[in-house]
């Protein structure tokens, strides 16, 4: 099979190497792609908003299955298109990813079904908004309704914070018409985990737990980014949890998107909340995390070729899904400064050490050949360096061993990935050595 893959980033070199893995890949296209994905696929200077120009590359070049990494693509509807035009693609349609695509809708799906998530309410204009604010409790969470990079959520402790928030969502569009409307919702506190799954339209079969580092430096301080590394599983995602999740989380919401009308198929990532009443969801996505997918698919022990034709038929209930035993730590490697500001540009040194290893990978984030044809840092996160062990904590020391090999002008990491794991281990009186 030809197989083109739509994105740039951690994510999509993630997909690209577990795609490369199946007996069924021929040949394999990413548009845009990276320097790092260059390796697995062949890739084309075409951006992911470009869906005319992708749907006519795909039937130029006989592409058998597309598959879409990033939520601005499926949110923008680039499945109906390729869809219309005869092409396989595996993502939701655009009536379907307005489960990512608006907040307002995923949380009148949630209170309309039963779905436990916090209390909230949407306002279009941002005198209501802030006359709500008068009588609310703090803190509380502000949501632009659209997507906005992952920036749209403001947590504020206290009015003074919150009506200038309502202002910068509302009035000065920080996050463009993403703020047209917005989410106004409870505080909740508890440990965060996400699950990714796969969904063909009727059932969902859920992939592993995965646990997030957002902020920017060591002990969860600084500002948030688009994640600093993460881990799966998470030992805080429990049996008991995930049988709460499966009966009144993930099929529910898969019912819910298909009694309304907008079956969805392709990848649910939950991002759920662990509070003392109970498991909540905080977020959907319509697609892979990233970096989630580079902890997650090196674990999956199916061919994803496989799963994903499976969803695209609805026929996810003959797949058995499985998953490694084996834990799996991702450290990403970033420019200094970055989410604010950071250089690029400068060559990255070391990457032949992971060539040919079984055991640690290098996904590229944001990297290109430079004119000279040496790889180069190109964004923030620059490589996510991925690592899998027999448990958490050697799959941890076999990440940060590996982080070494590589170097480049302003490389910045965080040194505490997946210290929850000790802390689990503390919870049950077990002494953290590492
Ligand atoms: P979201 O894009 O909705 O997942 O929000 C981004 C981040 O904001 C989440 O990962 C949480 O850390 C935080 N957050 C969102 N909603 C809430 C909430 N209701 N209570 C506490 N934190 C939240
Ligand atoms: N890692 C969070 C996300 O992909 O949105």
């Known amino acids: 099979m030809k197989i083109l893959i739509v994105g740039s980033g951690g994510r999509e070199h993630a997909i690209a190497w577990k795609v490369a893995q199946s007996p069924l890949a021929e040949k394999i296209y990413c548009a845009p792609g990276n320097a790092g994905i260059a390796e697995v696929a062949e890739c084309v200077p075409i951006t992911a908003m470009e869906f005319d120009r992708l749907a006519a590359f795909a039937k130029e070049n006989a592409i058998d299955l597309t598959i879409v990494g990033m939520d601005d693509p499926l949110v923008g509807g ?80 206290d009015l003074e914070t919150a009506k200038a928030g309502v202002k910068e969502i509302m009035q000065d569009k920080k996050f463009g018409t993403a703020g047209d409307r917005m989410v106004i919702e409870e505080f909740l506190t508890g440990r965060e985990v996400s699950v990714l799954s796969f969904v063909d339209g009727k059932i969902v079969k859920t992939m592993a737990s995965a646990q997030d580092h957002k902020r920017a430096k060591d002990g969860d301080r600084g500002l948030n980014t688009g994640g600093m590394g993460n881990f799966s599983p998470t ?50 996505n319509a697609r892979f995390g990233d970096p989630e997918a580079q902890v997650v698919l090196p674990r999956m022990k199916n061919d994803i070729i496989e799963v994903v034709e499976a969803c695209i038929d609805g026929t996810l209930d003959q797949i058995d899904l499985q998953f490694m035993d084996d834990a799996c730590v991702c450290v990403v490697l970033a420019s200094d400064g970055y989410p604010v500001s950071y250089q690029k540009g400068f060559p990255i040194h070391g990457l032949e050490a992971f060539r040919g290893n079984d055991t640690c990978f290098c996904f590229h984030a944001g990297s290109k050949f430079n004119e000279k044809g040496e790889i180069v840092t190109n964004g923030g996160r620059v490589l996510g360096i991925t690592a899998l062990g027999k448990d958490l904590k050697t799959a941890r020391a076999n990440a940060y061993k590996a982080a070494e090999w590589v170097s480049f002008d302003n490389k910045y990491f965080r040194h505490d990935i997946g210290y929850a794991i000790d802390e689990f281990d503390r919870s049950l009186g077990i002494g953290a050595e590492a």
Do not use: W
């Open 235 to 284: 030992p805080f995602y429990t049996k008991e949890v995930d049988a709460f999740c499966q009966k009144y989380v993930f099929q529910p919401t898969v019912d819910a998107m298909a009694a309304e009308g907008r079956p969805f198929k392709g990848v649910i990532f939950f991002g759920l909340i662990l509070t003392e009443d109970g498991p909540k969801v905080l977020e959907y």
């Open 78 to 157: 680039i499945v109906d298109v390729f869809e219309a035009q005869g092409l396989r693609i595996f993502g939701p349609r655009k009536n379907a990813a307005i489960l990512e695509g608006s907040k307002a809708f995923s949380k009148d799906l949630m209170k309309k079904y039963g779905i436990p998530t916090a209390a909230y309410e949407t306002f279009d204009n941002a005198d209501a908004a802030i006359a709500y604010l008068e009588t609310a409790k703090f803190p509380i969470v502000l949501k632009a309704d659209g997507l906005a990079l992952g920036k749209g959520v403001l947590i504020c402790e």
